[in-house]
């Protein structure tokens, strides 16, 4: 394995699978991390044409750090870090339960900006480094659910701009801000289909839409510092709640 690296944080489900696919499908050598998914992982692996698997839990941010060490002592071109992990506990705004905010900030948030530091700073590559950190459209157009989520997601967004503030050479800090793309939390897809359409084009986006972004940010001429909307326009607008509970016609607390 020598040709060009990303490793992909949650690469082995859901949006980050379908990110995982496409630098595969493009050429990369993919290392998937996964924290319980690894059958997942590793049929996914057996799909691409160049992958690993890798194991660890982001709340733990000392064995993140080891792992990034590890790889970047022994990636030949490691050029790109997607920070797509995160947990999506729901909270109340009015009651915030310090267990709750522990583990989605550490996981959503230090964790990535321990992360995206030791590669800034260790990975080996032949190009310019690249951080893609997953955000959200909703630190654009906030409504007081999921509160821990959204605090950890606002803390993970300011700390990429900072980051890529204070990138240097050919490196790039890159932010990416899905709006509703799969079923989260308890919906089914029924109701996924019902509240994902509550966008500016009245349409569901894709997870291949998402994975598109992240390729594209990886390769392409973007300044560092830059923002990604993948939501078909949802960021533009103000819901006063979640489209989990917009589509159920739930609009008050």
């Not at 040709?3 to 949650?10: A, D, E, I, S």
């Not at 900030?105 to 030791?118: F, G, H, I, R, S």
């Not at 709006?179 to 089914?188: C, V």
Request: hydrophobic share 45%; proline share 4%.
């Amino acid at each position: 394995m020598s040709n060009r690296t990303v490793l992909v944080t949650g690469g082995a489900k859901r949006i980050g699978a379908a990110i995982s696919r496409r630098f595969g499908e493009a050429g990369w050598h993919v290392v998937i991390h996964y924290q319980q998914a690894q059958a997942l992982a590793e049929d996914l692996a057996g799909e691409l044409p160049s992958a690993e698997i890798i194991r660890c839990d982001l709340a733990d941010g000392a064995a993140a750090l080891e792992m990034m060490r590890d790889l970047a002592a022994r990636l030949p071109d490691w050029r790109c870090l997607v920070n797509n992990a995160s947990v999506f506990p729901p909270d109340d705004v009015t009651a915030l339960d310090p267990a709750t905010n522990k583990e989605a900030m550490q996981v959503n948030a230090v964790t990535p900006a321990l992360m995206a530091q030791a590669f800034l700073a260790e990975a080996q590559t032949l190009a310019g480094r690249r951080v893609i950190q997953i955000t959200d459209q909703k630190l654009a157009n906030p409504n007081p659910d999921f509160f821990s989520y959204t605090m950890s997601k606002a803390a993970v967004n300011s700390a990429a701009q900072m980051l890529g503030m204070a990138a240097e050479g050919d490196d790039r800090v890159y932010r990416l801000a899905p709006g509703a793309i799969l079923a989260s939390y308890d919906q089914n897809e029924a109701e996924a289909d019902n509240s994902h359409v509550l966008n500016l084009l009245a349409r569901r986006t894709g997870a291949d839409e998402v994975a598109d972004a992240a390729l594209f940010l990886a390769e392409g001429p973007l300044a560092s510092g830059q923002v990604l909307y993948i939501d078909s326009g949802q960021h533009l607008l103000s819901q006063p709640r979640d489209v989990i509970y917009l589509g159920r016609g739930d609009t008050g607390q």
